[in-house]
């Protein structure tokens, strides 16, 4: 059974840092891409990071956190990572994780239709 759990979240001050973690369980995690997803109230869900499976696996950034944000996976643990800093109040948001299992390569960076299994999410607040 395929399970994404993310945790990390809270509520921080504008520039101060976050790092979220997104632990995988029931697939071949290592050989699968995983995605960062972000969702305001009343919003489409956002696309902010992707890895492609394997290791020195490559990264793509939306322009909103490109330069703050860094993604990276730890296969042998399960585990993907969203480092986020120089947080702004715009990037409050409910930040769920995102993979298709054996799909190595990621999608289009966007596209939420195509994954296939979801976490539910950590919440993270960022006040002025």
């Known amino acids: 059974q395929v399970r994404l759990v993310e945790s990390g979240g809270a509520s921080v001050q504008a520039g101060g840092s976050l790092k979220l973690v997104c632990a995988g369980s029931?697939?071949?995690?290592?050989?699968?891409?995983m995605a960062w997803f972000r969702q305001v109230p009343g919003q489409e869900r956002e696309a902010v990071a992707q890895?492609?499976?394997?290791?020195?696996?490559?990264?793509e950034y939306s322009t909103s956190v490109k330069g703050r944000f860094t993604i990276s996976r730890d296969n042998t643990k399960m585990e993907s990572y969203l480092q986020m800093d120089s947080l702004k109040p715009e990037d409050t948001a409910m930040y769920y994780c995102?993979?298709?299992?054996?799909?190595?390569?990621?999608?289009?960076?966007?596209?939420?239709?195509?994954?296939?299994?979801w976490g539910r999410g950590t919440q993270v607040t960022v006040s002025s």
């Open positions: 995102a993979t298709t299992p054996g799909a190595p390569y990621c999608y289009s960076l966007g596209r939420t239709d195509l994954y296939a299994y």
């Open positions: 029931g697939y071949y995690f290592s050989s699968s891409c």
């Open positions: 890895i492609n499976g394997g290791e020195g696996s490559s990264t």
